[in-house]
Structures are given as C-alpha cells and as structure tokens.
C-alpha cells in the first residue's frame, strides 16, 4: 500500500460520522494485569470499608427487630437536666432501662449515684462503657447486654425509662409489682397510662415525670 493510500485509510478512521470512530476508546485493552489487579483491590477495600460502616452504624441508628423495643433516639440536654431535677435529694441504687449510649447513667453516676443501664444493643453498651471509662466514672456506671423484660428492678430505688407508647402499660404493671416501698420511678417523653405522677417538669418532648411509690403501689 503506497504512502498516500496509508494516510486515505488513517483518515477515514477520523472522520465525522465514521462509524468505526465509536470503537476507538478499546485501545485501553493495553491495561497491564497488574494495573486491573489493582484496581480491583482498591474496589474491594472500598466495599468492604462501606459494608463494615454499615454494620457499625446500624445498631445505632435502627432498634432491635422484637416487640417493644426501646429505638435509640439520643436523650437532649434539657431532657437530661429535667431527669436529674427529679433525682436531687435521692439516695440509693439507679437503674436506666433502655439506656441507649449511657447519658442518662453517666450524668447519675456524676451525682453520686451507683447507677446501672440496662440495653439490648451490644454496640451501645460497648459505646457508654467506654464514655463511661473516658468520663471517669467507669466504677460507678455499668452496663449490662439485657432484655429488660428479663430482668428483675426490685433491687433499684431510682427508675428511669425513656419509653415508647406501645410498652408503657405492660412497663407499667411489671415495675408496680416490683419495686418497692422507697422506690421513684421517672419516665421522659411517654408518661405512664394509669399511674398519676407526683411532680413532672418540662414541655412537650422534654417533659419528665416523677412517680412514687402510692402512684404504682399494686392494688389487692
């Protein structure tokens, strides 16, 4: 083929229109196989980064799949500071059921209180051991892996509960046949269905109430 039969070919590759033009970019076939090797590496970690985000954060952000489950909405400032109005002057164990990331039993531990939380979510209870370690007060505050529906309160003086509507009735009869005669129990956002509280505190979302021992004493 002569020089100027070359250049014709070469340029009819080019031309507008040409079909041929659409399967140009395949020149990138001369990739090494280390290269695609790499590639796929990066993608891999990529991936598995993502997946093991997705597995950390979950627990956090989405509550167990079983009836009655307590999801984990972090507690405010101001719903903290009404909790702990309730508990001034008040002596004695304190327990958190559904204690989430553990503000509520690190705040009570601040205060003097022996205080424990009760959580079904392993990642939370690892999360508020190690606040609980970095806030120093590890000692006082424990966490415990726990059904809260298999667990017995009548050891505690000062109940707290974070609850859902769905649950506050049955919560209800359980810790009324429980605790005992110096018990408080303090409920946030959800008050309880039949028992009349003695204090409450706070607006809307904020507004914690107190209960003592004549409000969830067991009829005979």
């Not at 002569?2 to 395949?26: C, E, H, Y």
């Not at 079983?66 to 999801?71: A, E, M, Q």
């Not at 309730?86 to 002596?91: A, E, F, Q, S, Y």
């Not at 559904?98 to 205080?115: E, L, N, P, Q, T």
């Amino acid at each position: 083929m002569g020089r100027d039969q070359l250049g014709a070919s070469v340029m009819s590759k080019v031309l507008p229109g040409d079909s041929t033009r659409d399967i140009l970019p395949l020149m990138v076939t001369n990739e090494s196989p280390k290269q695609r090797n790499w590639g796929l590496l990066v993608t891999g970690v990529i991936g598995g980064t993502l997946v093991a985000l997705y597995s950390v954060a979950t627990p956090f952000i989405t509550p167990a799949l079983r009836k009655h489950c307590l999801p984990f909405v972090p507690a405010t400032t101001k719903q903290i500071e009404n909790v702990l109005n309730m508990l001034r002057g008040r002596n004695g164990c304190l327990v958190d059921i559904g204690s989430g990331d553990g503000r509520i039993v690190i705040a009570a531990a601040k205060m003097g209180f022996k205080a424990v939380g009760y959580e079904l979510n392993p990642w939370l209870v690892w999360y508020s051991r190690y606040r609980a370690w970095r806030e120093g007060v590890h000692q006082e505050a424990k966490f415990y892996i726990s059904d809260l529906w298999k667990v017995s309160f009548s050891q505690y003086t000062n109940v707290v509960i974070f609850g859902v509507p769905q649950m506050m009735q049955q919560l209800e009869e359980k810790l009324g046949e429980e605790l005992q005669q110096d018990a408080r129990v303090v409920a946030c956002r959800f008050p309880f269905p039949h028992w009349k509280p003695n204090h409450s505190i706070g607006e809307g979302i904020d507004t914690v109430w107190a209960y003592d021992f004549e409000s969830f004493r067991v009829q005979s």
